[in-house]
């Protein structure tokens, strides 16, 4: 098993641009989540998702989009960057009930806006 | 909304020794999780140890231990025999209905 997925592992945005941050688990876990960690920071939920076709705000979506067509993927949109959402991305999965159990982390994509 | 605390951003042990990391909580949910995270440099965020709140007794996992006190709302994580590979951030965080906190971290350096 690759475990969670996630490309790119970095990338620079002009402001105003728009990207899709790819995540991928082969687990099949029913619970997935998109964090971001600023420096020195510890992790703010963006989004969850509990199933395909289902999902929920988190901590921090303003500027966000996410999407789950598929158990295995779940992509997160950044529609017109900006330079606060300079910061690293984690993708996590997790088996139901979710909250109670491990998450399993991806290893992160870094985004600077410019 | 649910707030984590770490009053400690950097601590260091030397090899082989203890070191308890702080952790404190604000919530008016009775029934939650609490987890211990640890961040290498790699970035690689690896669950160390998990807590559920109904559960009284402390949970251990090898070298790892919390001391979880519900009414004080207060997890502190205690690293015994310390080796250098526990070098590392350190997040406290709270899971209730899918919605998960974390505070902003300790950074242990274990000093040989």
Redesign the interface.
């Known amino acids: 098993n690759a475990g969670v997925t996630q490309t790119p592992k970095f990338r620079i945005l002009k402001i105003g641009q728009s990207m899709t941050l790819q995540c991928t688990q082969d687990m099949n876990h029913n619970?997935m989540?998109w964090?971001r960690q600023d420096p020195?920071?510890?992790?703010?939920?963006i989004y969850?998702s509990?199933g395909a076709g289902i999902t929920?705000k988190?901590?921090v979506p303003n500027g966000y989009n996410v999407s789950r067509s598929t158990t295995e993927d779940f992509p997160l949109r950044l529609e017109l960057a900006a330079p606060s959402q300079t910061s690293?991305y984690?993708c996590?999965s997790s088996y139901p009930p979710?909250?109670?159990y491990?998450?399993y982390?991806g290893?992160?994509t870094r985004l600077t806006v410019t | 909304a649910q707030t984590v605390t770490q009053s400690q951003p950097e601590m260091s042990v030397q090899e082989a020794e203890t070191v308890t990391l702080s952790c404190t909580y604000d919530t008016s949910e009775s029934n939650y999780y609490l987890f211990w995270y640890k961040q290498p440099p790699s970035r690689q965020m690896i669950l160390v140890i998990r807590q559920e709140a109904y559960k009284q007794q402390n949970a251990t996992e090898n070298r790892f231990s919390v001391n979880f006190q519900k009414a004080a709302k207060s997890f502190s994580l205690k690293i015994s025999d310390s080796q250098l590979g526990d070098t590392a951030m350190y997040f406290c965080a709270f899971c209730n209905n899918n919605d998960m906190r974390f505070g902003a971290g300790t950074r242990l350096t274990v000093k040989p």
């Open positions: 619970y989540y964090y020195g920071m510890g992790l703010k939920l969850y509990v929920d988190g901590e690293v984690f996590a979710g909250q109670a491990e998450q982390f290893p992160g």
